[in-house]
């Protein structure tokens, strides 16, 4: 085995674990700041899906957002870590650590070292209607299941957009808690949350420090 493989062995083992069974949602994101709707997402997640845990993965950037007004990596981990003041999340900035800018290449990364997981991401319907934009996003789809959860104002255009089509099947909603042991491509849409705020309002309508 290769020096650097055997390198991106021990930043795993260092963060996380391969425990057999154990389900666990991968919330990604700037958290630009954290905030929370991020928080009743996951906790909705946690419920609904019978996760074991969810896991907070900080990234480096969103690279379909401008880097204006970016808070450094280490102060969005610190927030994060704050706001997710719970014995069942972790928050993690394995992108950095592994070198990786973007979705797909992490979870290439991590998915072999967790395969006796059961994984699913989790993300706001926002994020489903640009999902078409993610880089590889079709290679994502089947990778992993994906759990999407309503943002106020955006259900109809995101269940009908370009990115819902790339996600693939969409699992009916009386079975919603099968989803993270389910075979991708396959996602679901949680319709009972109406989050309505987001980071970038938090970060332009904050008073500077």
């Known amino acids: ?21 154990l389900k666990i949602g991968l919330m990604g994101g700037s958290f630009n700041p954290p905030h929370n709707g991020h928080l009743k997402i996951a906790k909705l997640a946690l419920k609904n899906l019978n996760l074991d845990e969810v896991w907070w993965l900080v990234s480096t950037k ?8 970016l808070m450094s990596l280490s102060q969005r981990v610190e927030l994060t870590k704050k706001i997710a003041n719970h014995p069942k999340f972790k928050v993690l ?32 319907s926002d994020n489903l209607f640009n999902f078409s934009k993610w880089y590889k996003a079709k290679k994502i789809s089947n990778l992993i299941p994906f ?10 255009r995101s269940i009908n957009s ?7 099947k969409r699992i009916n ?34 008073p500077s420090p």
């Open 1 to 21: 085995m290769a020096r650097s493989d055997l390198s991106k062995i021990r930043i795993l083992s260092k963060y996380i674990y391969n425990n057999k069974g």
């Open 62 to 69: 969103n690279p379909l957002k401008t880097s204006k007004g």
């Open 93 to 124: 900035n394995i992108e950095n650590n592994l070198k990786t800018k973007n979705s797909y290449d992490l979870l290439k990364k991590i998915l072999p070292r967790l395969s006796n997981m059961k994984l699913i991401w989790i993300m706001g």
């Open 147 to 156: 759990a999407v959860f309503n943002r106020k104002g955006s259900p109809l």
């Open 162 to 168: 370009k990115g819902a089509y790339v996600l693939g």
């Open 173 to 206: 909603s009386s079975r919603l808690k099968f989803l993270s042991i389910s075979e991708p491509p396959i996602w679901g849409y949680f319709h009972n949350v109406n989050i309505n705020i987001s980071s970038t309002c938090l970060l332009y309508t904050s």
